[in-house]
C-alpha cells in the first residue's frame, strides 16, 4: 500500500516569505500525486496534479522520485494562502491516500 | 455547473442506529467516492462506486456499506452506529480518477 507523510503539522511563515510544503510517499509503481487545500470553511478542493505540471495560484510542487517527495512550493507566501494541505497519492483501484495534512498560516 | 452535493449537512444519531447519507456527483461524472474525517485520523477511503458497482473499499467493517444508482448518485449506509463513527463523511466524484476527485462540503455525523 502507498503511504504518504506530511512531517509538519504546522507551518508559520511571514507574508512574503517562500514556503515549502514537504510531502514523501512510498510506491510500489509509477504515482500519481496531487495537491489539495482546504481554506477555512470550505470544501477540500484539488489545488494541483503533478502530471499536469501546471502551477496554480503560485504554487508549484516537482516530483522528485529519487527522494519520493513531492513538496509543494511557493515564492513568496500570501495571507489567503493560509489554509490546510494535504498531499495525496493514487493507489490502485483509484484510491486517493491523503497525508495527514498541514496547517499553512502566513503570518502578515 | 453544480458541485457534488450532499444531504444532510449535519445529524445526530443514537448509537445502534442505521444511517442514509446522500451524494450526487458533478453531471457527467461516472465516479463516487466516500470518505471519512475523524478526528485526529485524517481523511479514510471507505467506497468508490463506477457505473453502478462497488469497485474498491477501503479498511472498514460491513456495516458500512453504499450503492449508487442509475443518474450516479450515491448513498452511504452505517448500521449498528458506534460512537467512533462520529465524524465528517465526505462524497467525491471523477470523470477519470488521475484527474483528481471533486469533493463535496460533507455531511457531519455525531453518535451519541
Known amino acids: 500500500a502507498q503511504r504518504v507523510t506530511q512531517p509538519e503539522k504546522l507551518l508559520s511563515v511571514f507574508k512574503g516569505a517562500p514556503v515549502e510544503l514537504k510531502c514523501n510517499y512510498s510506491?510500489?509503481?509509477?504515482?500519481?500525486l496531487f495537491w489539495y487545500v482546504q481554506y477555512s470553511r470550505q470544501r477540500l478542493q484539488l489545488l494541483l496534479r503533478?502530471?499536469s505540471r501546471e502551477s496554480i495560484k503560485g504554487f508549484t510542487a516537482d516530483l522528485n522520485k529519487g527522494e519520493t517527495s513531492f513538496h509543494l512550493k511557493k515564492p513568496f507566501a500570501q495571507e489567503e494562502d493560509s489554509a490546510m494541505y494535504y498531499c495525496?497519492?493514487?493507489?490502485?483501484?483509484?484510491?486517493?491516500?491523503f497525508g495527514a495534512g498541514t496547517i499553512l498560516r502566513v503570518k502578515s | 455547473e453544480a458541485g457534488v452535493t450532499q444531504s444532510p449537512t449535519h445529524l445526530i444519531k443514537t448509537r445502534g442506529q442505521q444511517v442514509t447519507l446522500r451524494c450526487s456527483p458533478i453531471?457527467?461524472?461516472?465516479?463516487v467516492y466516500w470518505y471519512q474525517q475523524a478526528l485526529g485520523l485524517g481523511l479514510q477511503f471507505l467506497l468508490w462506486?463506477?457505473?453502478?458497482?462497488?469497485?474498491n473499499r477501503g479498511n472498514f467493517p460491513p456495516r458500512f456499506s453504499g450503492r449508487q444508482f442509475p443518474n450516479y448518485s450515491s448513498e452511504l449506509n452505517v448500521n449498528a452506529l458506534e460512537l467512533e463513527d462520529s465524524a465528517l463523511y465526505l462524497c467525491?466524484?471523477?470523470?477519470?480518477?488521475?484527474?483528481?476527485?471533486?469533493f463535496g462540503s460533507g455531511t457531519r455525523l455525531t453518535v451519541v
Open positions: 467525491a466524484s471523477s470523470l477519470w480518477g488521475n484527474y483528481g476527485y471533486t
Open positions: 510506491y510500489s509503481g509509477s504515482p500519481e
Open positions: 503533478h502530471i
Open positions: 495525496a497519492v493514487m493507489e490502485y483501484g483509484n484510491k486517493l491516500v
Open positions: 453531471s457527467g461524472h461516472t465516479s
Open positions: 462506486y463506477d457505473e453502478g458497482e462497488e469497485r
